[in-house]
């Protein structure tokens, strides 16, 4: 599948400057860079999740009293 994507000159010479430097192409070079940033995010989603994890174990499992009351109220009346 081929994609187009816009960018600016000024970065185009630079990564094509670097490209020819490494013996690779644009393309090869922008799909590197594209899966790095989106590895990168993967690994910071499962870290976020993990310090959750750890806080949330630590909490007791009950519900704040005051909350819960608020939680109730808010809940419609049935007929």
Known sequence: MN???SV???LYREAKSQTEAVGITVD????EAIQARVDRRQIDTDEVTEIL???YTELPPTLDPIL???QFRSLEKED
């Open 53 to 55: 994890n750890n806080i």
């Open 28 to 31: 090869e070079f922008a799909i």
């Open 3 to 5: 994609n187009a994507i």
């Open 68 to 70: 819960s009351e608020m």
């Open 8 to 10: 600016p000159e000024e």
